[in-house]
């Protein structure tokens, strides 16, 4: 079934649709909006859409001493949506890079359905070259016949014109000349049908061979046009292998963005140690100062008195 052309425009309006719906676009979900556009098509366009508009996130939060108690909930939140949004990048890529995959072997087994029609398509061409030459053959062969009764014809009227001659000056033979006459004559009109009958099949075997020619022309045109869709076919192929393997290292990506994330959340376990160890230092010098307070005023009640 013949894949749905589908432009740039039509994935980038498809795909900003589903994310204010709060769906992630993939392959699989812009091409069941499409109608059933090639897959090939819809992963090239759907990547220039996410290079052009990329996940929005939000700044880095900051870590105020009024929100020290939000600090841990947070954290865990972070890194609970960092990990889910991992697993989701992943998920996508490999079922990208299958879809990919499958693509590849759909355009694989087409490309030898069309080797295997060449080849029975060049079979049936030798098949009426052959048939072609021994019509040849055969239209050679009533030419030479053609030829031959035209030469015994014409070896018939001499040796009538002969006999002529003779039956002047041999008048006992005018009788058995006559039947020879009659013999020959007899004979011209059946070589004269013969030679009709030759000619008509002559004509016949034109005509049967320039249709030939005609299928043999259109044939050698068919097989022509069938080599440029092979051609075009492994350059489709050489195409889908490029974008897998691209595929391939966008999924690299994504697991080096994936470590980034988690080296994100370690930095922020440590940072959150760091305002806990400060917290604690600040709380016991405001111990340490208010038992110093407590002191200085006992000691000032105590000299009061």
Request: charged residues 40%; hydrophobic residues 35%; proline residues 2%.
């Amino acid at each position: 079934m013949a894949k749905i052309g589908i432009e740039y425009e039509d994935v980038a309006r498809i795909a900003d649709a589903l994310r204010a719906r709060g769906v992630k676009p993939t392959n699989r979900s812009v091409q069941a909006e499409t109608g059933g556009a090639s897959m090939s098509t819809v992963h090239r366009h759907l990547r220039a859409w996410r290079s052009a508009n990329p996940d929005p996130m939000g700044p880095a939060p900051e870590l105020p001493v009024a929100l020290q108690r939000a600090i841990q909930e947070e954290l865990i939140k972070l890194q609970a949506a960092a990990r889910s949004e991992l697993e989701e990048l992943l998920a996508t890529a490999r079922q990208e890079a299958e879809d990919l995959a499958r693509e590849s072997e759909r355009l694989q087994e087409e490309l030898e359905e069309r080797l295997e029609h060449i080849a029975a398509l060049s079979a049936e061409r030798d098949r009426l070259q052959g048939q072609t030459r021994q019509q040849a053959a055969d239209l050679e062969r009533v030419q030479q016949q053609l030829e031959q009764e035209r030469r015994a014809a014409e070896s018939a009227r001499v040796d009538l014109a002969q006999a002529r001659l003779k039956v002047e000056s041999q008048a006992e033979l005018v009788e058995q000349l006559r039947g020879e006459r009659e013999n020959l004559r007899k004979s011209i009109e059946a070589e004269r049908a013969g030679r009709i009958e030759a000619e008509r099949s002559l004509a016949s075997a034109n005509a049967s061979l320039g249709e030939l020619r005609k299928n043999l022309d259109k044939m050698i045109e068919l097989h022509d046009e069938v080599d440029r869709e092979r051609d075009e076919l492994h350059q489709a192929l050489d195409a889908e292998r490029a974008k897998a393997s691209e595929a391939q290292r966008e999924l690299a990506a994504c697991r080096a963005e994936s470590k980034a994330l988690l080296a994100r959340a370690e930095d922020l376990a440590r940072r959150e140690q760091g305002v806990r160890d400060e917290l604690q230092k600040r709380e016991t010098v405001h111990t340490q100062t208010i038992d110093k307070l407590r002191e200085e005023l006992s000691a000032h009640r105590r000299g009061d008195k």
